[in-house]
C-alpha cells in the first residue's frame, strides 16, 4: 500500500459491539457471558473454557431456535461472586476474575472474565473485554 494522496472513507466501529456466529447446539441467554471456541463460534462460557471471555450476551440465542450469530457488548458488569476461597474481595481490584460458570466469577480458574473493576455487596464488577494487566514479577533479590 502506499500513504493517502485523497481522502478516504474511514470505516468505524464503536468497539462495544460485537455479533459472532453461534457454536452448534449451543444455548447462550441474555446478560451470559461468553466465549469463543477454537473454531470462532460463541459459546457459553464455563470455567473449563480454554479462551478468555468475548462479550456479555444482549439476547438469548439458540441454535435450536434457529439462531445463527449471537450479539454480545463490552463493558463493565456486575456478576456474581465465586464463594470460599474463590471469592473475590476489593483487595482484587484490578486483578483477573476468572469465570465460575455464566453468569459468576471469582478469584481462580482458566478462563478469564476481565480485570475485576469493583466489587460491592451485590457482586463482582468485571471489565469484560478489556485486558487483564499482568502480575508484577517479584523483586530482585
Known amino acids: 500500500m502506499t500513504a ?6 474511514t470505516p468505524e466501529r464503536d468497539g462495544r459491539r460485537v455479533s459472532d456466529p453461534l457454536a ?3 444455548v447462550i441467554y441474555a446478560g451470559a457471558l461468553y466465549v ?3 473454531a470462532g ?8 473454557a ?4 468475548r462479550a456479555v450476551a444482549t439476547a438469548r ?12 457488548v463490552l463493558g463493565v458488569f456486575r456478576f456474581d461472586n465465586g464463594s470460599g476461597a474463590a471469592e473475590l474481595t476489593r483487595a482484587d481490584i484490578g486483578a483477573a476474575a476468572y469465570v465460575v460458570d455464566d ?13 475485576v473493576f469493583d466489587v460491592d455487596d451485590a457482586g463482582v464488577w468485571v471489565h469484560v473485554g478489556a485486558a487483564v494487566a499482568p502480575a508484577a514479577a517479584p523483586p530482585a533479590g
Open 24 to 26: 452448534a447446539a449451543a
Open 4 to 9: 493517502l494522496t485523497q481522502d478516504r472513507p
Open 36 to 38: 469463543l471456541d477454537s
Open 61 to 72: 440465542a439458540s441454535a435450536a431456535a434457529g439462531d445463527s450469530r449471537v450479539e454480545g
Open 50 to 53: 480454554a479462551t478468555p471471555v
Open 41 to 48: 463460534a460463541a459459546a457459553a462460557a464455563t470455567a473449563a
Open 103 to 115: 453468569q459468576t466469577v471469582g478469584a481462580t480458574g482458566t478462563c478469564v472474565a476481565g480485570p
